[in-house]
């Protein structure tokens, strides 16, 4: 009887809406793409979602050569400096164009080609020293980024994530619904920023390396296989399963990490009040604020309003209204808290199964909000909900509903659940509660009381027994810093500066990641020539305070045989380890 409340319910999978694509090397061989590789792209457009173009080209150049672009909706040029909207033929720069002063400057030290853009100019190696060696002269804040053999140049900061950042906010997505193709190196950025990151056959054997996935077909004929997989399976399929954006739920026995998806996913927070529910909750939000997944709170005690990050509609006094919430989620960059102290207690689930349907909806066209937080469940989700108000509790995608009974809520809600917590005096009481409500056998667990800061974590699909686990709760300053060294700027007295043995070189980094992206292209000379004199370690433990950083490197600085090739890719690996990679957590 029992065995029939569990049922199979589709499970909603964060829909990629929209292909990032890269140029050169991506779509096209040669500078050419195949009429094969167009009539892909139309499947695309035909299948609802949207195509974006990220290249290093100069608008007028690319125009020149590929008639398809109007299939695109938005078009980022010059390597992450210039937006171009195909429909509309309208132009927005994203930085200023380059000095005349650095042209002149190149032009006079005899560097051909030189491609001159709105802001990017271009040329060849080895043409990379004399290009910065004019801009340290002139004192320019100007750096060069690689693809391949070409050289471009372009104002500090600017690159094809950057680029991608402005196209997504100008079409209202969020880089998590965005699938990312590209090949080489300059690519890598805005790769990191998709959700899904993709390689062609062809890429550099570092892009394949941080790729998510990488294809069997060089250029254009990989990006067919790919298109074919995402319209048929949307990338679900066990061959594309994503592991980089887990979430932290806290650290095991032995110390390790214990991670849950980061989509496709209901957690379960269940025990007796004031036994630490709402403290898990607010370090899974600010997981989810801190990796730019969009949620949207339902509150029925006022005990959100003051949530970093999050616009708060409805009070005691002014119930929230549901379009004032949908209108908010349009930017995906704005969580909400919907207040339900304004409701009267008999109006909520209704109001709750009305807001739901919506949010399904706004799921489906624009793939977020990626969480919904519904606290005191049991409240708005009580066991004759489905009778009463007859929402549709399936392809609801990812989710976190906090209750003090888990027997207090509908079958049909706890059923599509992947991980129950269950903290307080009694876990093993808490997880028998929730398996008899769907008729699913509890796990044996000893009877003991947990700590504060522990909790019982039960993945009921892996057949596995629960397990004890400390609840990772890292102040929010320490992560907002640690965002900072990785994408924000340290400031130029703090910078760090690649001269080199001669001093020819004046290449400021302001942030961890410039910092990895120029040792890339760097001479081996200049780089051995900074981690034989300690430069690296210094700077990791003075201005960027990572004390582990700095020890790690500083063992490297020390081997007297390491190549820079060597201590090049393990400074990088740590370095994507401890910042770049969204799911990290500092424990």
Request: overall charge negative; aromatic content about 8%; charged content about 20%.
């Amino acid at each position: 009887m029992l065995g029939s409340l569990i049922k199979a319910v589709p499970k909603y999978r964060t829909p990629y809406l929209a292909l990032a694509l890269d140029y050169d090397g991506t779509l096209a061989s040669e500078g050419r793409v195949d009429e094969s590789v167009v009539t892909a792209l139309h499947k695309v457009v035909e299948s609802g979602r949207r195509l974006i173009l990220v290249t290093g080209r100069r608008l007028e150049e690319l125009l020149a050569v590929f008639q398809a672009v109007e299939l695109f909706d938005i078009v980022v040029c010059e390597n992450g400096a210039v937006l171009y909207t195909p429909e509309t033929k309208t132009v927005k720069m994203l930085a200023a164009p380059a000095p005349k002063s650095l042209i002149d400057a190149l032009q006079s030290a005899g560097i051909t080609p030189l491609d001159i853009g709105r802001v990017v100019l271009g040329t060849w190696c080895p043409n990379q020293d004399r290009v910065l060696d004019a801009i340290r002269k002139l004192g320019l804040d100007w750096q060069v980024i690689f693809n391949k053999g070409a050289v471009m140049v372009l104002p500090a900061g600017i690159n094809k994530a950057t680029g991608l950042a402005a196209a997504l906010c100008q079409i209202g997505l969020s880089r998590h619904n965005v699938v990312g193709v590209g090949d080489a190196e300059n690519d890598l950025v805005f790769l990191n920023m998709c959700e899904y990151s993709v390689a062609v056959a062809n890429a550099l054997p570092m892009v394949k390396a941080q790729a998510d996935f990488s294809t069997k077909a060089d250029h254009g004929a990989g990006v067919i296989e790919l298109v074919e997989n995402l319209l048929v399976s949307g990338l679900t399929d066990p061959g594309h399963v994503l592991a980089r954006h887990g979430l932290v739920l806290g650290t095991g026995p032995s110390g390790e990490p214990v991670k849950f998806s980061s989509e496709n996913f209901t957690l379960l927070l269940a025990g007796p009040s004031q036994s630490g529910k709402s403290t898990i909750c607010r370090s899974i939000v600010e997981q989810l604020t801190e990796n730019g997944y969009q949620y949207c709170a339902l509150d029925p005690e006022g005990d959100y309003d003051h949530t970093a990050h999050a616009l708060t509609i409805g009070n005691s006094h002014y119930p929230p209204d549901i379009d004032d919430v949908l209108r908010a989620l349009e930017n995906p960059g704005e969580n909400v808290v919907v207040n339900m102290l304004g409701l009267a207690f008999a109006d909520r689930p209704q109001f709750v199964a009305h807001l739901l349907l919506e949010l399904q909806k706004m799921r489906q066209t624009v793939g977020h909000p990626h969480w919904i937080v519904i606290d005191e469940a049991h409240h708005v989700l009580h066991p004759f909900w489905d009778e009463t108000v007859n929402p549709a509790w399936e392809n609801t995608g990812a989710n976190i509903l906090v209750t003090v009974h888990p027997n207090e809520i509908a079958s049909s809600v706890l059923s599509t659940v992947d991980l129950v917590v269950a903290v307080g005096e009694d876990p093993g009481a808490t997880l028998n509660s929730y398996a008899r409500s769907i008729g699913q056998k509890a796990p044996s667990l000893q009877k003991f009381k947990l700590g504060w800061g522990e909790a019982v974590a039960w993945f009921r699909h892996n057949y596995e027994q629960p397990q004890l686990i400390k609840i990772a709760c890292s102040p929010r300053e320490r992560k907002r810093h640690a965002r900072k060294y990785a994408y924000g700027d340290v400031g130029r007295e703090r910078s760090f500066y690649f001269t080199g043995p001669d001093k020819r070189l004046n290449i400021r980094v302001q942030n961890l990641i410039l910092f990895v992206q120029v040792a890339e292209g760097l001479d081996d000379s200049t780089w051995l020539y900074h981690l034989k004199k300690g430069d690296f370690s210094n700077w990791f433990e003075d201005v960027i305070n990572d004390q582990f950083l700095a020890l790690e490197t500083r063992k490297l600085e020390k081997q007297t045989t390491i190549s820079a090739e060597q201590s090049r890719t393990r400074i990088r690996q740590l370095i994507e380890e401890r910042y770049t990679l969204p799911s990290r957590y500092f424990l």
